[in-house]
């Protein structure tokens, strides 16, 4: 039997997908391995959305060259890479597979050609591919928490962004086939599920909404907690917080990215919502929700920012003071709007200026979010020994907080109730409550 070896980068979906490609490949005869050493294929699942993720694979792909003068190996490009390059990856001479977000049913079929010294190149784009018959192969090392695929695709044209080039049109899964793979979860000892998409809050499945599939997903059992990335400030409903707020299990936690805290970017960024929708959403989840976390993602230096828009977005940061936040500098992307629109014109010193700024303030305010939380008690899904060993436990909290504690007594997947002693920027020091 051939040995596959993958590795994953991007986004979660991609974790997901790639547990998908495993289940597609083990069907056909493949076993999955953790060395690249003693593979027979050697993949990486790959990400596009800023320059440094596709240069990173570049150089990954010399290393899994390498190998190949050693001895007989074949070297696939799966993802969002794949899909942006299609035979620019063959023709480099570095690769022997391509398939993109939506052909990895045609993945055997590209492995065989491949042994037979024939290059393999699949990147289509459907309208309705999700996937949905395929029970993904868990990859996590934990065994209590996973990734469910809800949707496929986006169908924002957000300017800087090249997700809607490389995975294609919105489309949503059957909530059946969504809801039979959380019980499968659950019946294999899965405690967590997160379900997964572009933009969660435009779910819609022969007029199943969003907020319904969570129920239906919360209703699975009490004892699996439900999680959900990424909600657009544009689509999120009141519907959806008040589900949150009426099933116990729906973890209070939402990533709502904002990406620009000033008017002028936003637009030019093509969100289609302004800084006072933003703030609105932000009031609404915390009356309903109080103890809510909010996190983002944020994107410094885009065409034509000033210091005023720079300003505007830390300036909005205070004001919202996010759990945590994802952080970047713009990086053009080919063939995207804002890359044929508007100039590349904020020079690197300042992006990362401005990076740094937007960091250092979150880094305090991730410390402060954490320090509020010192003398509570949470309930926190174990995950398994800490990093430090020594009867450490970890596990999260619903708000997505790390939690660590001395316990001799639980095991992965337990529910723990733990009080918060002490903090760090990333971490909840914890006691047994
Ligand atoms: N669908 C999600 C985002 C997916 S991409 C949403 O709409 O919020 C993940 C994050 O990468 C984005 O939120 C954005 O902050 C960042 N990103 C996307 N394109 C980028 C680019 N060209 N340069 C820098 N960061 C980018
Ligand atoms: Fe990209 Fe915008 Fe779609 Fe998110 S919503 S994937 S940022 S186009
Ligand atoms: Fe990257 Fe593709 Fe995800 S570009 S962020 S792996 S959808």
């Known amino acids: 039997?051939?040995?596959?070896?993958?590795?994953?980068?991007?986004?979660?979906?991609?974790?997901?997908?790639?547990?998908?490609?495993?289940?597609?490949?083990?069907?056909?005869?493949?076993?999955?391995?953790?060395?690249?050493?003693?593979a027979d294929i050697?993949?990486?699942?790959?990400?596009?959305?800023?320059?440094?993720?596709?240069?990173?694979?570049?150089?990954?792909?010399?290393?899994?060259?390498?190998?190949?003068?050693?001895?007989?190996?074949?070297?696939?490009?799966?993802?969002?890479?794949?899909?942006?390059?299609?035979?620019?990856?063959?023709?480099?001479?570095?690769?022997?597979?391509?398939?993109?977000?939506?052909?990895?049913?045609k993945l055997p079929e590209l492995l065989k050609g491949a042994e037979e010294g024939i290059p393999g190149i699949?990147?289509?784009?459907?309208?309705?591919?999700?996937?949905?018959?395929?029970?993904?192969?868990?990859?996590?090392?934990n065994g209590v928490s996973a990734f469910i695929s809800i949707m496929r695709g986006c169908n924002n044209v957000c300017s800087y962004c090249v997700v809607p080039f490389t995975r294609g049109a919105e489309r949503s899964r059957d909530f059946r086939s969504i809801v039979r793979e959380a019980c499968d979860c659950h019946e294999r000892g899965y405690r967590e599920v997160t379900l997964l998409g572009q933009n969660v809050d435009s779910y819609n499945f022969e007029g199943t909404t969003f907020a319904q599939l969570l129920a239906m997903v919360a209703e699975v059992s009490p004892g699996l907690r439900v999680r959900f990335s990424t909600s657009n400030p544009q689509d999120i409903s009141d519907e959806v917080i008040y589900t949150m707020a009426a099933y116990p299990n729906i973890c209070h936690h939402i990533h709502l990215p904002v990406q620009s805290g000033s008017n002028r970017i936003l637009e030019k960024m093509r969100r289609r919502y302004t800084r006072e929708w933003y703030l609105d959403r932000v009031s609404k989840i915390r009356s309903v929700m109080p103890d809510c976390a909010i996190t983002t993602d944020v994107i410094a230096g885009f065409c034509s920012e000033t210091g005023e828009d720079h300003e505007d977005t830390l300036n909005l940061f205070r004001k919202v003071k996010f759990d945590a936040a994802y952080m970047f500098y713009y990086s053009e992307r080919p063939g995207t709007l804002a890359a044929r629109k508007y100039p590349d014109d904020v020079d690197l010193q300042t992006k990362t200026r401005r990076l740094e700024e937007i960091i250092a303030l979150q880094n305090s305010l991730s410390?402060?979010?954490?320090?509020?939380?010192?003398?509570?008690?949470?309930?926190?899904?174990?995950?398994?020994?800490?990093?430090?060993?020594?009867?450490?436990?970890?596990?999260?909290?619903?708000?997505?907080?790390?939690c660590v504690w001395n316990d001799r007594s639980h095991k992965a997947g337990d529910l723990v109730k733990v009080k918060v002693t002490d903090c760090t920027q990333a971490t909840l020091i914890c006691e047994p409550a």
Do not use: H
């Not at 800023?50 to 490009?77: P, S, T």
């Not at 699949?122 to 996590?140: C, G, H, K, N, Q």
């Open 367 to 402: 410390l402060d979010s954490n320090r509020r939380d010192v003398g509570k008690t949470f309930e926190v899904l174990v995950e398994g020994p800490s990093k430090k060993g020594n009867d450490q436990l970890c596990g999260r909290t619903g708000t997505n907080k790390m």
């Open 42 to 105: 050697i993949m990486a699942n790959t990400c596009s959305v800023r320059d440094n993720a596709e240069q990173r694979i570049w150089g990954r792909l010399e290393q899994f060259n390498l190998q190949k003068r050693r001895r007989k190996v074949i070297i696939g490009i799966l993802g969002c890479m794949a899909e942006r390059l299609k035979n620019a990856l063959t023709d480099s001479g570095k690769v022997d597979v391509v398939a993109g977000p939506d052909s990895y049913r």
């Open 122 to 141: 699949a990147v289509s784009l459907s309208r309705d591919e999700t996937y949905a018959d395929i029970i993904p192969v868990r990859t996590d090392s």
């Open 1 to 38: 039997m051939k040995k596959v070896y993958i590795e994953t980068y991007g986004c979660q979906m991609n974790v997901n997908d790639t547990e998908v490609v495993f289940a597609i490949l083990a069907e056909a005869g493949y076993v999955r391995t953790d060395r690249m050493d003693d």
